[in-house]
């Protein structure tokens, strides 16, 4: 057997809970040493998407709202569910405007990443957008959001003190001095990230 191969075994799966956006499953296993034990599995039914707006300035907006899951207020970039087999970067051009009020000419896809593999199966997608032109934001009825812009290097260093801990926030906002070196990244893009992150 391969280190890629599957050491679990499946005995029976129950659905014990749904809504729009999940499902929870009850798995009765083999574990990998044989033994017999369970496992809960939460299913969802969007991929995440997350998008970093960078203006020419190299600036970017953050979002702030209060996430009811955490109890707690948390700044993030613009981010959204997208539902499965649709694209995630219409999603990324959708949430950026609904949430921001702001349209990119342009969108660069920098990672992908699955967001918490140990119970549940939700994958994401990370984008940079640019090429921005400014307008109302549209936010949906569950959301009452904040939006604060500020130079990316600010963002950045909010996001090294500790001060942002949503996972593709702290993607984006990390991966973007990196941005700098790659050879696929634009120069319009690469000057506005140059200028932000001074």
Same mark, same amino acid.
């Given at each position: ?8 075994? !499946?005995?029976? #799966? ?61 700044? @993030? ?8 087999? !649709? ?6 051009? #959708?949430? /950026? ?63 090294? #003190?500790? @001060? ?28 506005? /990230? ?5």
């Amino acid at each position: 057997m391969s280190h890629h191969d599957n050491p679990w075994k !499946t005995l029976s #799966r129950t659905q014990v809970y749904e809504n729009p956006w999940i499902k929870l499953e009850h798995h009765d296993v083999l574990q990998p040493d044989g033994a017999p034990g369970i496992y809960g599995v939460v299913r969802f039914a969007n991929h995440a998407v997350g998008v970093l707006p960078v203006a020419e300035d190299g600036s970017t907006w953050l979002v702030g709202q209060f996430r009811y899951s955490l109890n707690a207020y948390s700044w @993030e970039i613009p981010e959204g569910g997208c539902p499965l087999g !649709t694209s995630p970067a219409d999603t990324a051009h #959708r949430e /950026l405007r609904e949430e921001t009020g702001l349209r990119a000419a342009h969108l660069l896809p920098i990672h992908k990443v699955a967001l918490s593999n140990s119970v549940c199966d939700e994958q994401g997608s990370v984008f940079v957008a640019w090429g921005l032109t400014e307008g109302e934001a549209e936010p949906e009825g569950t959301e009452k959001l904040a939006l604060r812009r500020l130079p990316l290097r600010a963002a950045l260093d909010m996001a090294l #003190r500790g @001060e942002i801990t949503d996972s593709m926030s702290l993607i984006a906002l990390l991966r973007a001095p990196m941005l700098l070196t790659q050879p696929d990244v634009p120069d319009d893009l690469r000057r506005a /990230l140059r200028q932000g992150l001074a």
